[in-house]
């Protein structure tokens, strides 16, 4: 069982920055790649980027590179989403994601979601 709890959403002017933050815990929290993706009203949920358990790869939608950075802290069992240059597309609630495998990239890869938090830009 893994538990995720995300915090650091909110609401921003077009070209601000907000930092994601996804806290683990559980008894195997440790041993789980982590991701992030974002569901807008009335879309799917969809991938936004990634980061193997090791942290020694990471992976980001076409739409949000160079803009968003995937991080992990292991000794805090967190991931990071610094999200800068955002744009009202990038508005949606965002779901920190974990899972067993390697690497999450699709949702069907997710084990475990956290509650979401809400990222809205403002134009």
């Known amino acids: 069982q893994v538990q995720l709890v995300e915090s650091g959403g909110g609401l921003v002017q077009a070209g601000g920055s907000l930092r994601l933050s996804c806290a683990a815990s559980?008894?195997?929290?440790?041993?789980?790649?982590m991701g992030w993706f974002l569901q807008a009203p009335g879309k799917e949920r969809e991938f936004v980027a990634s980061?193997?358990?090791?942290?020694?790869?990471?992976y980001y939608a076409d739409s949000v590179k160079g803009r968003f950075t995937i991080s992990r802290d292991n000794a805090k069992n967190t991931v990071y989403l610094q999200m800068n240059s955002l744009k009202p597309e990038d508005t949606a609630v965002y779901y920190c994601?974990?899972?067993?495998?390697?690497?999450?990239?699709?949702?069907?890869?997710?084990?475990?979601w956290g509650q979401g938090t809400q990222v809205t830009v403002s134009s």
């Open positions: 994601a974990a899972t067993f495998r390697s690497i999450v990239t699709r949702v069907q890869d997710v084990g475990y």
């Open positions: 980061i193997t358990r090791s942290a020694d790869s990471t």
């Open positions: 559980g008894r195997t929290s440790s041993n789980v790649a």
